[in-house]
């Protein structure tokens, strides 16, 4: 994992409507999206998204729906242009790129995966799969090969000749997986990839994600409206409401530290023992005389079950055989409270 | 005199009548009038009840100067006359391989001995069809016909079908995949194929019968193409912005160019609507070659036409029923080609 920027965002505004200059005015001027919609009749898709998606992370886009996640994923790849603002894709503009430079982007660059799948009904799932590669002029052939192999990777092995409608919802998002992932793009692009399958499926998907991940450390950026997937899948977590950032940054903080009562109501209902990590809640120094030796990474919940419900135990947290902090049982039961901000002035007396 | 005199001299305008006033061609009203004498004249008020509409003769009557009706029809005739010859310089050259292909067409079907024929049309619907099914429906059909000498006149009949709805599938289609990709292009084509649609096939034979010589296969070509070309036009436009946006846009997303999409996707996809197109339209193609007859086209509609002339009660059913069976076969063998591309992408 590099601190590369491979994908940032500046300054993005999208506004729909007749005339998004007009209105964009008026939203500089500080007009709300509601306000918008009833004076001036234009929908406030994108408001001043500023964000930089790390090389090699995972970047989950969060918000309830409407919020303008599926409208900013695909200011990415220019399939909606933008109001104003930039994309800069390896540092270049691509807002500058002329059609072909774009279509290279596309082909090339980048690649995306449907909530709704969005197979070709009419070729079989080898076809889809070599959907990339036969976009660029490659022969069937010549790309069959590499379909396969990723038709293989992702779990679809001898399915090669079946069409679309006649494989399960999770299958067929495998299918748009290694179509994605046949293209050899090192972004990729998912909008809402697992919200039409069923949980258990979606867990699946989820974990063939970040096997892959693993593997293969491309760019990735997930959009979803499920907290849980959000915190299972992101390095970084952004989250939109009504068009806007409301926080950004990593999850874990994120859920220690929600900007808003927006997020305190999305992070409310969260297993925060699964969830949290030692490392988020530990403190520096040796600490005093320790039960045990703990990992950075590890879940509360673990640190929980080890006490075995003694609440006066400290942990030594080790990362590589050095120690690089504590984790006290009364830190644990802290961080297990969401924090409210109206109660924060209570906490910070408390601390 | 007349009803309306009061109000031109009302207006001072009974001078400019009058100057303009001659002793024109009477018109039979005019006559009729006259042989009733003058006791009309003579009630010169005329009652509320019997008021004309200020038609242009009810006009003319009360002013010389205003044309009358039967002179409009006669200025349109002289119009179409005057342009006609310009007109035939640009469309009879364009039109020409029209009657080249219906006679060339027609001669094949005919001249070519019925045992080669048959099996010929029997293969064309087994590979359009898949089906032995239909095709053994088709050699009943054939066969029924042939059977009471109906044989030429329906491969006459299916002649005409053939090349025509060949044309229209040939232009239709690149109008609708025009159509879809323009919304200007769709508002400018919607009217013209309205209008095409609405209008009943007698009322543009007039024009065409003027265009052309009566002798000229283009004639009843024209007519049957300006009728069945709708239904393609249409329904390829129509299948074309019905493909799933979601499709589409994964196809913008992977870097396609609009060529490899509309060939790779939209047209693959809006398949079964452009084929319920060609179905319609070669329904409509027999529909319109049976009223073509009137003006010479060749094929069982001359036989019901001669039904009707000559109340032959006996051949205009036989050749109607001919026409119904030819119909259904028809119908049949592009349905089911229909179902088989259904039938290999059910996406839906
Ligand atoms: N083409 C469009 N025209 C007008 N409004 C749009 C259009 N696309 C999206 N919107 C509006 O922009 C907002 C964000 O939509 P979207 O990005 O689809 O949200 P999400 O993917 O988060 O559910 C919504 O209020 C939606 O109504
Ligand atoms: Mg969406």
């Known amino acids: 994992m590099s601190d590369t920027i491979k994908v940032s965002i500046r300054n993005l505004y999208k506004i729909f409507g007749d005339d998004p200059q007009g209105a964009l005015a008026k939203v500089r001027e500080g007009m709300t999206k509601a306000d918008l919609l ?50 800069l894709v390896n540092g270049e503009d691509i807002l500058a790129y002329s059609e072909a430079q774009l279509r290279q982007l596309r082909r090339v660059n980048m690649s ?5 799948f969005a197979l070709l009904p009419h070729r079989t799932v080898l076809e889809n799969a070599g959907m990339a590669l036969a976009t660029q002029g490659i022969s069937r052939e010549d790309y069959e090969s590499e379909a396969r192999k990723w038709l293989d990777r992702v779990g679809l092995a001898g399915q090669d000749d079946q069409y679309p409608h006649q494989l399960s919802g999770g299958m067929q998002q495998r299918v748009g997986i290694a179509r994605a992932l046949a293209s050899n793009s090192d972004i990729m692009l998912m909008d809402e990839a697992f919200s039409a399958l069923d949980p258990l499926i979606r867990t699946d998907m989820q974990d063939l994600l970040l096997e892959l991940q693993a593997e293969l450390h491309k760019t990735i950026v997930f959009i979803t ?27 874990q903080k994120i859920l220690l530290a929600p900007a808003d009562p927006y997020i305190e109501d999305f992070v409310a209902d969260i297993n925060r023992a699964r969830v949290l990590r030692v490392r988020s809640v530990m403190e520096p120094g040796e600490g005093g005389p320790s039960a045990g030796d703990v990992a950075p990474n590890d879940n509360l919940e673990s640190l929980i079950a080890r006490s075995e419900g003694a609440v006066d135990r400290s942990f030594r947290v080790v990362k590589d055989g050095a120690v690089i902090g504590h984790i006290t049982m009364a830190d644990v039961m802290r961080a297990l409270v969401p924090r409210r901000s109206s109660d924060e002035s209570a906490q910070d007396k408390a601390a | 005199m007349a009803t309306y005199d009061g109000l031109f001299d009302t207006l001072g305008l009974r001078e400019w009548c009058d100057g303009g006033a001659s002793d024109g061609p009477m018109s039979m009203a005019d006559l009729l009038a006259k042989t009733k004498g003058g006791d009309a004249a003579a009630s010169s008020s ?17 002013c010389g100067a205003i044309p009358q009706t039967r002179d409009l029809t006669q200025g349109l005739e002289a119009g ?3 342009i006609r010859d310009a007109l035939r310089i640009v469309v009879d050259p364009l039109t020409q391989p029209l009657s080249w292909m219906l006679r060339e067409m027609l001669w094949v079907m005919t001249a070519t001995p019925w045992w080669i024929m048959v099996p010929i049309l029997l293969l064309i619907t087994w590979a359009v069809a898949r089906s032995w ?36 599938v040939l232009f239709g289609v690149p109008i609708g995949i025009a159509m879809s990709r323009s919304d200007r292009m769709q508002n400018i084509v919607t009217p013209i194929l309205d209008m095409l649609q609405t209008l009943p096939p007698f009322v543009y034979l007039i024009p065409l019968i003027f265009l052309f010589s009566v002798t000229e296969p283009k004639l009843y070509g024209i007519a049957v193409i300006l009728y069945a070309i709708v239904p393609v036009v249409r329904l390829t436009n129509l299948g074309i912005r019905l493909v799933d946006k979601d499709v589409i846009e994964a196809a913008d997303a992977f870097g396609m160019t609009n060529r490899q999409k509309l060939f790779g996707v939209q047209i693959p996809l809006a398949l079964p609507n452009i084929m319920a197109g060609v179905n319609q339209t070669i329904m409509m193609s027999l529909a319109m070659v049976v009223i073509a007859s009137m003006v010479s086209a060749p094929g069982l509609g001359i036989l019901v036409l001669r039904g009707i002339r000559n109340l032959e009660l006996g051949v205009g059913l036989v050749a109607g029923f001919g026409i119904v069976v030819l ?10 080609s229909l179902a088989r591309i259904d039938a290999s992408q059910a996406n839906r």
């Not at chain 1, 599926?70 to 104003?84: C, F, G, K, M, Q």
């Not at chain 1, 995306?112 to 709704?116: E, G, L, N, S």
């Not at chain 2, 076969?329 to 349905?335: C, E, G």
Request: charged share 20%; hydrophobic share 50%.
């Open chain 1, 38 to 87: 009833e004076q001036e009749n234009h929908v406030l898709g994108l408001n001043d998204i500023n964000v930089d998606m790390k090389e090699g992370q995972i970047t989950v886009i969060m918000g309830l729906s409407g919020s303008g996640k599926s409208t900013l994923i695909r200011h990415l790849n220019r399939l909606i242009e933008p109001t104003a603002g930039e994309v």
């Open chain 1, 112 to 116: 995306m995966v449907f909530q709704k």
């Open chain 1, 225 to 251: 409206h499920d907290l849980d997937e959000a915190l299972k899948l992101a390095d970084h977590l952004v989250i939109l409401k009504d068009g806007a950032v409301v926080q950004q940054g990593e999850p």
């Open chain 2, 46 to 62: 005329t009652p509320l009840r019997d008021l004309p509409f200020p038609s242009l003769d009810a006009l003319h009557d009360a």
């Open chain 2, 80 to 82: 179409f006359l005057a």
């Open chain 2, 133 to 168: 099914k239909i095709v053994g429906f088709v050699a009943l059909v054939i066969g029924l016909l042939a059977f009471v000498d109906h044989y030429d006149v329906a491969m006459q009949t299916l002649a005409i079908i053939f090349v025509c709805a060949f044309i229209c």
């Open chain 2, 327 to 336: 119909a259904i076969a028809l119908d049949r063998v592009t349905k089911a």
